[in-house]
């Protein structure tokens, strides 16, 4: 079964960076591109960045410049370096992929979460 496993959060000072990682494991299946979303309680999750096959990255208004996703050669884990933190960065942080596993659709997968806050 595949299952995306995050790492990294914690807390920051403001104007501090941070780096979380998300590794998909599991058996044999294809991904379609991969993702970070975050959400603040009270709001709905929102993207902060993507990453297709080919490379190409997609990030909201609020975090470009600051952060930058990226994936490994294998497309196996996905990473997020987020520099120059601002208090309204905090937020559980969410992986996301788009997974096929042998035989069926394309589905979306999500990490279990890991929080970051940015705080003095």
């Known amino acids: 079964q595949v299952q995306l496993v995050e790492s990294g959060g914690g807390l920051v000072s403001p104007g501090g960076s941070l780096a979380v990682s998300c590794t998909v494991s599991?058996?044999?299946?294809?991904?379609?591109?991969m993702g970070w979303y975050r959400r603040v309680p009270g709001k709905q999750r929102e993207l902060v960045a993507a990453?297709?096959?080919?490379?190409?990255?997609n990030y909201s208004d609020s975090v470009k410049g600051r952060f930058t996703i990226s994936g490994d050669n294998s497309w196996n884990a996905v990473f997020l370096q987020m520099n120059s933190l601002k208090p309204e960065d905090t937020a559980v942080y969410y992986c996301?992929?788009?997974?096929?596993?042998?035989?069926?659709?394309?589905?979306?997968?999500w990490g279990q979460g890991t929080q970051v806050t940015v705080s003095s």
């Open positions: 996301h992929a788009l997974i096929r596993e042998p035989g069926s659709d394309w589905y979306d997968y």
């Open positions: 599991g058996s044999t299946f294809s991904i379609n591109g």
């Open positions: 990453i297709t096959n080919n490379g190409d990255t």
